[in-house]
């Protein structure tokens, strides 16, 4: 499946059912996009964009080692959080980008996929589900962001460069929307990435971001 497509639910059905990998991780951070998960993770599974009930995203979890503060999932049932369905395998490579987060089961019941969806596809989508593990990485310890461990701007440009790139500027709206803390230092570093998987984004993008933060967030 190509992800510059907007496949049907049938499409996505007919992926996940041809699929050997039976863990499947939600994606809400940087592994949102392609280009990141790819060049440095080896995951090369199409992201299915969904709702994540019984989590809120904040910015709490410092990375000791990288000296930076990332997106981390807190359980909360009153809030939820947009991701990506993307079959993986939990490989030492993947535990080792997520090394700062535990890996948590989540029910497909938590799973929610576009409102729109007909009743039967939604159905199928479902048991296509069923028989594989979905994980969730929780963040194992909440620390905001502070001068010593800022936000790099290139993280946050990940991120929501994965949102545009699969689900469009209504996923990269909720990302800002459905993540909390957004009160925090935070370094411009796209001249110089100090985020060690930088996604690839371009100026146009960059611009996209730029306008999406600005009309989202309180200044």
Same mark, same amino acid.
């Given at each position: 499946?190509?992800?510059?497509?907007?496949?049907?639910?049938?499409?996505?059905?007919?992926?996940?059912?041809?699929?050997?990998?039976?863990?499947?991780?939600?994606?809400?951070?940087?592994?949102?996009?392609?280009?990141?998960?790819?060049?440095?993770?080896?995951?090369?599974?199409?992201?299915?964009?969904?709702?994540?009930?019984?989590?809120?995203?904040?910015?709490?979890?410092?990375?000791?080692?990288?000296?930076?503060?990332?997106?981390?999932?807190?359980?909360?049932?009153?809030?939820?959080?947009?991701?990506?369905?993307?079959?993986?395998?939990?490989?030492?490579?993947?535990?080792?980008?997520?090394?700062?987060? @535990?890996?948590?089961?989540?029910? *497909?019941?938590?799973?929610?996929? !576009?409102? #729109?969806?007909?009743?039967?596809?939604? &159905?199928? %989508?479902?048991?296509?589900?069923?028989?594989?593990?979905?994980?969730?990485?929780?963040?194992?310890?909440?620390?905001?962001?502070?001068?010593?461990?800022?936000?790099?701007?290139?993280?946050?440009?990940?991120?929501?460069?994965?949102?545009?790139?699969?689900?469009?500027?209504?996923?990269?709206?909720?990302?800002?929307?459905?993540?909390?803390?957004?009160?925090?230092?935070?370094?411009?570093? @796209?001249?110089?990435?100090?985020? *060690?998987?930088?996604?690839?984004? !371009?100026? #146009?993008?960059?611009?996209?971001?730029? &306008?999406? %933060?600005?009309?989202?967030?309180?200044?």
């Amino acid at each position: 499946m190509n992800n510059a497509d907007a496949p049907s639910a049938q499409d996505i059905v007919n992926y996940l059912n041809g699929l050997d990998e039976s863990h499947i991780v939600l994606g809400y951070g940087s592994l949102l996009s392609r280009d990141s998960r790819e060049r440095f993770s080896g995951i090369k599974t199409y992201g299915i964009p969904v709702m994540v009930d019984g989590f809120e995203r904040a910015w709490v979890t410092r990375s000791i080692q990288e000296q930076q503060t990332y997106v981390g999932a807190i359980k909360n049932a009153a809030k939820k959080l947009n991701a990506q369905l993307i079959p993986a395998q939990l490989n030492p490579a993947l535990q080792e980008r997520e090394k700062d987060y @535990r890996f948590t089961q989540v029910s *497909p019941e938590q799973i929610a996929f !576009d409102a #729109t969806m007909d009743i039967n596809c939604e &159905t199928a %989508l479902y048991e296509a589900l069923s028989g594989r593990t979905l994980w969730v990485c929780e963040a194992l310890h909440c620390s905001p962001a502070n001068d010593e461990f800022p936000v790099s701007q290139t993280y946050v440009d990940t991120c929501l460069a994965g949102c545009l790139e699969h689900a469009g500027e209504k996923a990269a709206t909720d990302f800002v929307t459905h993540t909390s803390l957004w009160d925090h230092p935070r370094v411009n570093d @796209r001249a110089l990435p100090q985020y *060690p998987r930088a996604a690839n984004v !371009d100026k #146009t993008i960059q611009d996209k971001i730029d &306008t999406i %933060l600005s009309n989202n967030l309180l200044s």
